[in-house]
Nanobody, 112 residues
Framework: QVPFVESGGGLVQPGGSLRLSCVVSRNIFETNYLGWYRQVPGRRRELVAGITPREIVQYERFVEGRFTISRDNAKSMVFLQMNNLTIEDTGMYYC??????WGQGTQVTVSS
């Protein structure tokens, strides 16, 4: 079973919005901090936002006020609502604990 299955990416204009979704294996979801990460070619994968099992959230400075992370405990899913997107938000987005094998990710492209 693939532990993380991301979806929801796409092509959007600057200022637009996207909502990313990730289905997480139940045994991982229930007890782990979950984060959204992004990777741009040539750069290291970086944390964007994270959420604990008790729904304490954290955001990196470059997305604070624009992105919202949430989780649905009944569905074992984690979400990333992204508003006011900029070209710099372009990248492959992944959900993970930071310590598990990476999934396929979902591509976000912000372009006019």
């Amino acid at each position: 079973q693939v532990p993380f299955v991301e979806s929801g990416g796409g092509l959007v204009q600057p200022g637009g919005s996207l909502r990313l979704s990730c289905v997480v294996s139940r045994n991982i979801f229930e007890t782990n901090y979950l984060g959204w990460y992004r990777q741009v070619p040539g750069r290291r994968r970086e944390l964007v936002a994270g959420i604990t099992p008790r729904e304490i959230v954290q955001y990196e400075r470059f997305v604070e006020g624009r992105f919202t992370i949430s989780r649905d405990n009944a569905k074992s899913m984690v979400f990333l609502q992204m508003n006011n997107l900029t070209i710099e938000d372009t990248g492959m987005y992944y959900c993970n604990t930071g310590g598990h094998a990476w999934g396929q990710g979902t591509q976000v492209t912000v372009s006019s």
